[in-house]
């Protein structure tokens, strides 16, 4: 946000149509009735933001840059990307309300944490259909330059790594989906890897779900 704040005090285009769209974002806070969103639902996309933040700080922030050509093209369009942010995030927040009443049976499979997590830690397996994700609260957040990698494990085989990273919020809270649907597979770990994830554990796993 910074460098596209610094950039809207020299580019008196850009700041003009920010100025026109400013009454879309304003209107769609009055277009639909306020609902209070419950703090499991918040905890869960908030995880999903910080998770994401967390995958983009390891691999470098010129890693969701365009190429040079492409940046002024960029810049344009992020105050149209703001305005139909917040509709968007309503979409989904509608689609998580319907899915939650869906005929979807979801299978909830509670997963042990171990140290050196919190002792009031929790996390859980939520299955509905053939997507799978993984739930935990109260979660230390992992040290400066690591980040918490999936891992799914076949049998006696060794874990299996996954692009699964994740962090959690100031809560502890965080949410993240795990690959595939959790056929053939025995038990989904979770360790705590340098930034960017790992090919083979480097740590004891701090989470446990046996499927």
Known sequence: MEPFREHLERCAECREELSQLQG???SLAIAVP???ASADLRGRLMGVVHGEAELL????????RPVRARAQWRLRLFPALVATGALAAGVL???????TGSAQQTRV???QVLPPA???ATAALRKVGSHV???VTGMPAPALGRIYEVWLKDGSGPPAPTDALFSVTGQGDGT???PGDLKGVSKVLVTEEPAGGSLKPTRSPVIVASV
């Open 118 to 120: 919190g002792r009031d």
């Open 57 to 64: 700080r390891a691999t470098g922030y010129e890693a969701d």
């Open 24 to 26: 879309v974002t304003d």
């Open 109 to 111: 499979i509670q997963a």
């Open 93 to 99: 927040i509608g689609a998580l309300a319907l899915n």
């Open 34 to 36: 306020h609902v209070q």
């Open 176 to 178: 993240v989906g795990v």
């Open 133 to 135: 994700q993984l739930q």
